[in-house]
């Protein structure tokens, strides 16, 4: 629950420029999560989120990584930081993670619209990414290698 309670966070401050916990505490009780205030401060803190000044002159929550929100970035980040192992067989991508963390990383991945993928499936540690062929697995393996270095 916590994980995908992260990922929607991270969905959410993506989203729409959060500058309160109160309004993040609201948008997560609009999306059906049972949230007090101690938990969406403890999630900030866990997550690291920080407030930086966007575009439009105002702040807002962000990874801190990048002022300009971008969620590929903020993938990038979450990938390098959970993904253990990854590889394909045939048309199936398997990205092993550190427990817990492959709902976020999957939840992410889905907003990033590769090319070949036709959809994706999270466990606790293990993600599996259907693609539309054995090349296109192949791809999207050797980017995301490149990614996490």
């Known amino acids: 629950m916590k994980t995908r309670r992260h990922a ?7 989203e729409y420029a959060i ?19 101690a938990t969406v401060s403890r999630d900030i803190k866990e997550l690291r989120l920080v407030k930086t000044l966007s575009h439009d002159g105002k702040y807002r929550y962000s990874t801190g990584r ?8 903020k993938f990038y980040s979450l990938l390098s930081d959970s993904a253990v ?5 045939c048309n199936l991508v398997v990205i092993k993670c550190h427990a817990g963390m492959a709902q976020a990383v999957c939840a992410a991945m889905d907003t990033m ?3 070949g993928a036709v ?9 599996f990414i259907a693609m539309r062929d ?8 050797a980017e995301l290698k490149k990614m996490v270095g």
């Open 8 to 14: 929607k966070i991270l969905e959410l401050i993506n």
């Open 19 to 37: 500058d309160t916990q109160e309004e993040l505490l609201r948008r997560l009780r609009e999306d059906g999560f049972e949230v007090t205030q």
């Open 66 to 73: 990048s002022n300009t929100a971008d969620y590929s970035s």
């Open 85 to 89: 192992q990854i590889d394909y067989a």
């Open 113 to 115: 619209h590769w090319q």
């Open 119 to 127: 959809g994706t499936l999270a466990g606790d540690d293990t993600i």
């Open 134 to 141: 054995e090349d296109h697995a192949q791809q999207l393996v």
